[in-house]
C-alpha cells in the first residue's frame, strides 16, 4: 500500500510491498482494513442508502469510543466491528494517529453513497481532501515524518494520485452513473455531463481529456521533492507512488484517452520503468 493512496488505488501498488519495513506493516495493515472495509460499505451491491449511512455511522461511533477511551477499547459491540477496530485501536495509540483523518475518510465514503457530480474542480478537489489526504497524513504519521512541509507535498500526491484513479476508471465509473469529471469543464468543452457514446473520443474529448492530465502531472509533480525529504525504504517507496502515477498518465496519453476500450494499468515492464526513473530521477 502507498503511503498516500486513497483505498481505491491499491490495485496499482502492493499492500505493505517490500519497500516497507516489516514493523510497520500491522499499522498500515489496519488503516487499509479500515478504509477498504469502509470503503465497501459505501459501495455495497443493492443495500439501501440508509442501511449504507448507517453502518458507516457506526464506523465513526467505533473512533469515538477509541477518544473516549483512553486505556483501551475491550468490545466495539459486534464481531464485525472488532475485526476492524481491534487493531485500528492499537495502531492510533502506539502511533498516536490524527483520528481526524480516520473520521474525514468516512465523510468521503458518505458522499459517495449520496453521490452527486461535482460543478467544479474546485469541489472535486474538496472531495479529494477528505477520500486521498487523509491516507498520506497517516502514513506519515507512522513514518514519524510528519511535518507541515511533508504533509503539504503528500497532499499534492495523494489528490493526484486520487484524480489519476477517475480518470483511468471514467468508463467503470460510468457503469455505476458517476462522472467525477467536473461538469464546468465538461460544459467548457462542449461535452454533454452524461458523456454519451457518439462524444467519447471526439476532439473535445480528447482537449478535455488532455487538460486534465496536465493539470494533474503538475500537482502530482508538485509534491514530488516530498521523497527528499525521506529516509530509506519510505523515500524509496514514494519515488516508486510517484513514477506509478506518472506511467498511468502516460498510458492514458497513449491511447489518445480512450479509456473506455483501453483501460490503463501498470504492467511488469511498467515497474522496470518505474524503478529505473526512480532510481535516476532522484
Known sequence: MGPCM????????????????????????????????????????????????????????????????????????????????MPLDKVIRQYQLPIQAFFDLLHAFESDVHFQPFSTTKELLEYCRFSANPVGLLMLHIYNAATEENITLSNHICTALQLINFWQDIAIDLDKNRVYLPQDRLRQHGIDSQIPPGQKISPAWIGLMREQVEFTRTMLLAGAPLSRNLQGRFAWEMRMIVQGGMRILEKIEKVQYDVFTHRPVLTKPDWAIMAWRALTHS
Do not use: C
Open 6 to 85: 486513497s483505498v481505491e488505488h491499491y490495485e496499482n501498488f502492493p499492500v505493505a510491498s517490500i519497500l516497507i519495513p516489516a514493523a510497520m506493516r500491522p499499522a498500515i495493515h489496519a488503516v487499509y482494513a479500515f478504509s477498504r472495509s469502509a470503503d465497501d460499505i459505501a459501495d455495497e451491491g443493492d443495500l439501501p442508502a440508509a442501511r449504507r449511512l448507517e453502518k458507516l455511522e457506526a464506523y465513526k461511533e467505533a473512533l469515538r469510543k477509541i477518544q473516549t477511551q483512553p486505556g483501551g477499547v475491550t468490545d466495539f459491540g459486534s464481531s464485525e466491528l472488532n475485526l476492524v477496530f
